[in-house]
């Protein structure tokens, strides 16, 4: 039988320190691959968005092993505390959560996230590229990429349907890769709804693009080029005033795409009596869709509902 580049992934486990019962849990990653360029890809930091981009990953392992013309390595869960119970942040860390994604290059003495970071740095230090999968995840749903400068063509490839220019986040696993000259990028696309296999296939496309063109991956026939995305600025979080049950108006199939100004993009109703306290409209002529909650739920106050942008 053809062996894949999935077969061909050699395991190996890191042991990090947890909770009392079980005293260390594995991080786990793949590698494939002796020779050329390596690249990383790692799907959930944030233990919320992680399953659509390892599936993602894994739908791009199917490839023949003999197409691997460089090195890739794979970490499917990178925050599995975090990731068990679908929450952003592992429950663990002393006394407050902490964003794996902001502690980079990490602590090896620090909380339970400092000493992940400190695990994973080494893995991200000795890449070519890494591609750092995050996505809508349990509650939204996403559609952009991250451009940083001198990794341009990496963002274009993953095929999203918008691009920002990306600030530097302090502590941040592409923040790190950037200060080693590592090229990188940040996809956020994907997430729970009727169509996450949609975008999980939109986004192997994209991978095997990047992969194509990184000459890791060298594919008789690539993906065509991605359509053409839109350039936004400056993105901006919708917030709900007031907790309650939202309901939106636009649903899964709006990310991605821009609406006009004064769209209803969705509502929230008081628990109690179900009056209409807030009712979100798009705020901008040509409003991007960059990301959103696509189903009714209860929620607080303050919670982030969606982040739109204005295309550039
Ligand atoms: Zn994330």
Not at 13 to 25: D, G, N, P, R
Not at 45 to 50: A, F, L, M, Y
Not at 88 to 117: K, M, Q, Y
């Given at each position: 039988?053809l062996k894949t580049v999935y077969d061909s992934l050699?395991?190996?486990?890191?042991?990090?320190?947890?909770?009392?019962?079980?005293?260390?849990?594995?991080?786990?990653?793949?590698?494939a691959g002796?020779?050329?360029?390596?690249?990383?890809?790692?799907?959930?930091?944030?233990?919320?968005?992680?399953?659509?981009?390892?599936?993602a990953i894994k739908l791009l392992c199917r490839h023949p092993a003999e197409q691997l013309t460089g090195?890739l390595?794979v970490?499917?869960?990178?925050?599995?505390?975090?990731?068990?119970?679908?929450?952003?942040?592992?429950?663990?860390?002393?006394?407050?959560?902490?964003?794996?994604?902001?502690?980079?290059?990490?602590?090896?003495?620090?909380?339970?996230?400092?000493?992940?970071?400190?695990?994973?740095?080494?893995?991200?230090?000795?890449?070519?590229?890494?591609?750092?999968?995050?996505?809508?995840?349990?509650?939204?749903?996403?559609?952009?990429?991250?451009?940083?400068?001198?990794?341009?063509?990496?963002?274009?490839?993953?095929?999203?349907?918008?691009?920002?220019?990306?600030?530097?986040?302090?502590?941040?696993?592409?923040?790190?890769?950037?200060?080693?000259?590592?090229?990188?990028?940040?996809?956020?696309?994907?997430?729970?709804?009727?169509?996450?296999?949609?975008?999980?296939?939109?986004?192997v496309q994209?991978l095997e693009r990047?992969l194509h063109?990184?000459?890791v991956l060298a594919l008789p026939a690539p993906p065509?080029?991605?359509?053409?995305?839109?350039?936004?600025?400056?993105?901006?979080?919708?917030?709900?005033?007031?907790?309650?049950?939202?309901?939106?108006?636009?649903?899964?199939?709006?990310?991605?795409?821009?609406?006009?100004?004064?769209?209803?993009?969705?509502?929230?109703?008081?628990?109690?009596?179900?009056?209409?306290?807030?009712?979100?409209?798009?705020?901008?002529?040509?409003?991007?869709?960059?990301?959103?909650?696509?189903?009714?739920?209860?929620?607080?106050?303050?919670?982030?509902?969606?982040?739109?942008?204005?295309?550039?």
């Open positions: 039988m050699t395991w190996k486990e890191l042991q990090l320190t947890a909770h009392a019962a079980s005293q260390y849990i594995p991080l786990k990653y793949g590698e002796t020779t050329g360029p390596r690249v990383t890809l790692i799907a959930g930091t944030h233990g919320d968005e992680g399953p659509w981009s390892a599936l090195r390595r970490i499917f869960t990178a925050n599995a505390l975090a990731a068990e119970v679908e929450r952003r942040n592992s429950w663990i860390d002393s006394p407050n959560p902490v964003d794996l994604d902001s502690v980079f290059p990490g602590n090896p003495s620090g909380s339970h996230t400092e000493r992940l970071a400190a695990h994973l740095a080494p893995l991200i230090a000795d890449s070519d590229a890494v591609i750092d999968l995050h996505g809508g995840g349990t509650w939204c749903i996403n559609a952009f990429v991250k451009r940083f400068a001198g990794s341009e063509q990496l963002a274009a490839d993953l095929g999203a349907p918008f691009i920002s220019n990306a600030p530097n986040k302090p502590g941040g696993l592409t923040t790190y890769a950037r200060s080693l000259g590592i090229k990188v990028t940040n996809l956020e696309v994907g997430g729970r709804s009727g169509r996450e296999m949609y975008w999980t296939e939109r986004n994209g990047a063109n990184l000459d065509a080029p991605p359509e053409q995305a839109t350039d936004v600025g400056k993105t901006e979080a919708m917030r709900t005033q007031v907790g309650g049950i939202f309901v939106p108006t636009l649903r899964e199939d709006a990310v991605g795409t821009i609406v006009p100004a004064g769209t209803e993009l969705g509502k929230i109703l008081d628990l109690h009596t179900l009056a209409e306290l807030q009712t979100f409209t798009a705020p901008f002529d040509h409003t991007a869709m960059m990301l959103m909650r696509p189903q009714i739920c209860t929620i607080e106050g303050s919670a982030l509902v969606y982040v739109v942008a204005q295309p550039v």
